[in-house]
């Protein structure tokens, strides 16, 4: 069987398209959509998302202003920063890369950014509203996922759809969205986690299987039922001697011998990862959007 392989490249395109009209119409109304992004520490993977970041909005014509701290930076500082950021009418999103260094609490800065600034969607705010069905900022992966398979009009409602993982960037906000009784989603959910005794049980079961575990290839061909769609959302870097960097970037899933089981299955890089930063690009212009208009939310 050949697998679609679901281009991470051509969905985001496509997303970054729509939102030209939506950028030009801002402007017009004399407001430039603006993010403002805070890394604490030197964290290598953190500065490339940063960088690539700034590089979308950048190319969009989207303000954005990265703001880069030592990683001995105290909670106070930080506080700080977030209430000036929060106030700040250039910026219409404000987000703190994750995850921070460890005497920093997370929950506090999630708790600190404004629900109508938080283009992560990880204020339980936000995260509430997305369980009630209401409108909320979804989290970029999870929203990215849905638009994924939108885009590719793989259906999801009746279906099965097991999540590996349970994290609160990914694997939670996705569950939450599968379930809903909407357009693109309406599944059964299933989702797996460490305490899970037998997870290939349940991936067997799975007709959309939903990895974001965070472990290198650890979903192997014996996992999967055959013609399920397979969507990775892992991202390690694992040791490769035949690279000149020395690493090479693998997702959750052993790709090669996946492949010939699905129908449909998003490669790593080239996958989700590109869509995490089309719909962070795409909440900021909702977040100016909903700020120029004054709308609140029902
Ligand atoms: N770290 C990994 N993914 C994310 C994300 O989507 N947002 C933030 N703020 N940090 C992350």
């Known amino acids: 069987m050949e697998?679609?392989?679901?281009?991470?490249?051509?969905?985001?395109?496509?997303?970054?398209?729509?939102?030209?009209?939506r950028i030009a119409r801002c402007k017009e109304q004399g407001v430039t959509p603006g993010l403002a992004v805070v890394l604490v520490g030197d964290d290598p993977a953190s500065q490339v998302y940063v960088r690539n970041k700034r590089r979308a909005c950048e190319s969009l014509g989207i303000l954005s202003e990265t703001i880069l701290l030592p990683a001995d930076t105290d909670q106070k500082t930080l506080n700080a920063l977030i209430d000036k950021l929060n106030a700040d009418p250039r910026f219409h999103g404000v987000l703190v890369q994750m995850p921070l260094p460890k005497h920093l609490d997370e929950f506090e800065i999630t708790l600190r950014i404004l629900p109508e600034k938080d283009v992560d969607g990880f204020h339980p705010e936000n995260v509430g509203r997305l369980i009630l069905g209401k409108e909320a900022?979804?989290?970029?992966?999870?929203?990215?996922?849905?638009?994924?398979?939108?885009?590719?009009?793989?259906?999801?409602?009746?279906?099965?759809?097991?999540?590996v993982g349970r994290s609160n960037i990914v694997g939670k906000p996705m569950v939450n969205l599968m379930y809903q009784r909407l357009p693109g989603a309406n599944a059964t959910v299933t989702v797996c986690h460490t305490g899970t005794k037998d997870i290939t049980?349940?991936?067997?079961?799975?007709?959309?299987?939903?990895?974001?575990?965070?472990?290198?290839?650890?979903?192997?061909?014996?996992?999967?039922?055959?013609?399920?769609?397979?969507i990775d959302v892992g991202m390690n870097r694992i040791p490769d001697a035949a690279k000149k960097s020395g690493t090479r970037l693998v997702g959750d899933v052993a790709f090669d011998e996946v492949k010939d089981k699905s129908t449909a299955i998003t490669p790593v890089p080239g996958g989700v990862g590109l869509m995490t930063?089309?719909?962070?690009?795409?909440?900021?212009?909702?977040?100016?959007?909903?700020?120029?208009?004054?709308?609140?939310?029902?």
């Open 277 to 298: 930063i089309a719909m962070l690009m795409q909440n900021t212009v909702k977040a100016a959007e909903e700020q120029l208009n004054r709308k609140k939310w029902q």
């Open 3 to 21: 697998a679609k392989i679901l281009s991470g490249k051509e969905v985001a395109d496509s997303v970054l398209e729509r939102l030209k009209g």
């Open 201 to 230: 049980e349940h991936t067997l079961q799975a007709d959309i299987l939903i990895v974001a575990a965070g472990v290198p290839e650890m979903i192997t061909a014996d996992m999967v039922k055959k013609g399920a769609v397979i």
């Open 137 to 163: 900022f979804l989290p970029c992966t999870p929203a990215g996922v849905m638009e994924m398979l939108r885009y590719y009009d793989i259906g999801t409602s009746g279906k099965h759809v097991v999540v």
